[in-house]
């Protein structure tokens, strides 16, 4: 089991960043590919960026590419997402969530076994 617990959601104007933690417990964070997805009213979940194990496979959503950055901190159990140039369309809950790690970012949400509680962003305009 791993129990995952966000932070560092809050409200930004536009143009302005936040940075997202996910810590997870358990000693086998370095066995996970990790993922942040994010949810806003009415939409279905969708994938934002995941980072396998090492870190050497990375993937982003293609509206986020250039403006957010996921990285991992294995001997921290941490996963974070440095979120720059932030929009009003940005605004939602971001999740983030654990699978096993097959050696290929998967990015579909029903492939992740485990799942944080969510922090909201927003974004003013």
């Known amino acids: 089991q791993v129990q995952l617990v966000e932070s560092g959601g809050g409200l930004v104007q536009a143009g302005g960043s936040l940075r997202l933690s996910c810590a997870a417990s358990g000693r086998t964070f370095s066995t996970y590919t990790m993922g942040w997805f994010r949810q806003a009213p009415g939409k279905e979940r969708e994938a934002v960026a995941a980072?396998?194990?090492?870190?050497?496979?990375?993937y982003y959503r293609d509206s986020v590419k250039g403006r957010f950055t996921i990285s991992r901190d294995n001997a921290k159990n941490t996963v974070y997402l440095q979120m720059n140039s932030l929009k009003p369309e940005d605004t939602s809950v971001y999740y983030c969530?654990?699978?096993?790690?097959?050696?290929?970012?998967?990015?579909?949400?029903?492939?992740?076994?485990?799942w944080g509680q969510g922090t909201q962003v927003t974004v003013s305009s």
């Open positions: 969530a654990a699978k096993d790690d097959r050696g290929v970012i998967v990015v579909d949400p029903i492939a992740y076994d485990y």
């Open positions: 980072i396998s194990r090492s870190g050497g496979n990375i």
